[in-house]
């Protein structure tokens, strides 16, 4: 008596024998998981190596962005401290331009206090005032002329207002308290004025 076992083999062997593309096409089957299998690992290897190229890429710019970051922050530094440097030295120009004057004066001083001449004194202090206008010109330092001219808020600042001695002079400057100046065309003071109404 055959037992369970064999008559199953000789079935499948009938089968087997009675279609035999049941055998290629396992085989086809095969072959086709295997070359899915390999298709599947060269799409993981790619999207790997995609991921290491952008990683890689991102490392880069990181490391860009760092190095600008780090140059920037030094130029922020090294211009704060050029300030700070420009500050402490951008008056000495103009300090060095007027220490002969403070010099006249001095001279002035000790001439004066040896023979109490008056005159002398006077003529002398006449010429270091215009020693320091001159020095203080060449510096771009000019006096504002108001006297005579409209009144105008941008360069005049109102002290008084008086009844003007004739009609011509109403809303012009009358009279000036205190000078203005400019500095390269820039106001450095307003002008203080009396203005006729």
């Known amino acids: 008596m055959l037992e369970e076992k ?9 089968i087997s024998e009675e279609n035999p593309s049941n055998e290629t096409e396992t085989l086809e089957n095969n072959q086709s998981e ?4 390999t298709v599947n690992q060269v799409a993981e290897n790619k999207e790997i190596d995609e991921l290491s190229a952008l990683k890689t890429a991102l490392e880069e710019q990181k490391d860009k962005y760092l190095r600008l970051f780090a140059e920037f922050d030094n130029f922020k530094k090294r211009n704060a401290k050029e300030r700070i440097e420009l500050f402490k030295s951008a008056g000495q120009d103009i300090m060095r331009e007027l220490l002969p004057i403070l010099d006249d004066f ?9 023979d109490k001449n008056a005159e002398n004194y006077t003529k002398g202090v006449q010429l270091i005032y215009e020693k320091f206008l001159k020095t203080l010109q060449n510096k771009g330092l000019k006096t504002m002329e108001s006297i005579g001219k409209d009144f105008d808020v941008q360069q005049h600042e109102a002290v008084a207002e008086i009844p003007a001695p004739s009609e011509e002079l109403k809303g012009k400057v009358i009279d000036e308290a ?5 500095l390269n065309d ?3 003071r307003y002008a203080k004025v009396v203005v006729g109404k």
Do not use: F, P
Request: hydrophobic share 30%.
């Open 178 to 182: 205190q000078a203005g100046y400019t």
């Open 6 to 14: 064999d008559i199953v083999e000789q079935e499948d062997k009938v």
């Open 186 to 188: 820039i106001i450095l």
């Open 106 to 114: 001095q001279r002035a001083q000790k001439v004066y206090e040896d």
């Open 34 to 37: 295997s070359q899915q299998e």
